[in-house]
C-alpha cells in the first residue's frame, strides 16, 4: 500500500465472515480465551500473542474478535493482510476490511477514532493506485474525497498533504492552486516535512524566491529517509536558481521555521 499506504468507501459484505468458517482451532486454555470469548478478550489475546511472534494466533484471534464487530481487531487484521505480515499478502483483502470500519463509521469522541482514520488514509491510497488483479480500479475523484474527509473532520496531516499534492495536480476534479497552498500550509503547521517542501517549492514557483527556498530547505532538517531524496531534489533546484543574497537570507529564515516545527 503507497502512502501507500496509507480511504475508499464500497458497502463489505462477509470478508472476514468467509474465513472464519474453516477453523475451529482452540486457543491457549491456559489463558481462559476461546472463539466464543467476548471480542475485547480475543483483541487482548491476539495482541499478546502477536507481540510474541505467535503471528498465526495472532491471526486467528483477531478473525473471532472482528467476527464479532471489534473495530481494533478489523484494523489490526487489515493491517497484516496489507503488509504480508502473519498471512500472505492480501491487498484486496485488506481493502474488504478497511472498507468495512469506513463503511461503519463511528460516533464523536470513539476510542475507535484512530482505527476509523487509518482505514480512510488506507482506502484512500488503494482508491488512487487501484488493486492489480481485483475489482478495486484507480479511481482519483474517490481517492480525493477520502482524503477531503481525514483533513477536514479529523484534522489529519498527511491526509491534508496528500490532498494538497492532488488538487495541486489536478488529481481526482478541478486544479486550484489557492486550495492546495491552503492545506499544503495546514499540514506543514502541524510539522509534516512533505507538506513544507511541497508547499516552498509552490510558492518558489511563484516568485517568492526567498520564502520557497526556506520551506524547501527547513522540509530537509525533518524529512523521514524515505523522502529525503525527492525533497533534496526540489531544495537544490531552486538552490541552483536563487542568488547568493536571496541563499543567504532563505538559509537564516529556514532556521526560524525549523524552530517554530519543533
Known sequence: MSGKGSMRVLLLGACVASVMAGSAAAFDMNAGVTRESGPFDLF????????????????????????????????????????????????????????????????????DTGFFINAL???????????????????LSQARQLYFQAASAFGVAEAQFQLGK?????????????????????????GHAGAMAVFGDVLFQEGQTVRGLAFLTAA?????????GWMQL??????????????????ALSQDLTHAVE
Not at 44 to 62: M, S, T
Request: with cysteine; hydrophobic share 35%; net charge neutral.
Open 44 to 111: 487482548k489475546f491476539g495482541f499478546k500473542a502477536y507481540r510474541n511472534g505467535q503471528k498465526e494466533d495472532a491471526v486467528e484471534a483477531y478473525r473471532y474478535a472482528a467476527e464479532k464487530g471489534h473495530t481494533g481487531s478489523r484494523w489490526a487484521l487489515a493491517n497484516m493482510y496489507a503488509y504480508g505480515d502473519g498471512v500472505a499478502k492480501d491487498d484486496f483483502e485488506a481493502f474488504k476490511i478497511y472498507n468495512e470500519i469506513a463503511a461503519a463509521g463511528i460516533e464523536p469522541g470513539s476510542e
Open 121 to 139: 488514509l488506507s482506502l484512500a491510497g488503494y482508491y488512487r493506485d487501484g488493486i492489480s488483479g481485483s475489482p478495486v480500479k484507480p479511481d
Open 166 to 190: 492532488m488538487i495541486l495536480a489536478g488529481e481526482g476534479g478541478a486544479r486550484n492552486v489557492h486550495q492546495a497552498k491552503k492545506w499544503l500550509n495546514q499540514a506543514r503547521k502541524s
Open 220 to 228: 530537509l532538517d525533518h524529512c523521514g529517509p524515505k523522502d529525503c
Open 234 to 251: 526540489l531544495q537544490e533546484q531552486a538552490f541552483s536558481v536563487a542568488n547568493e543574497e536571496e541563499r543567504r537570507v532563505a538559509v
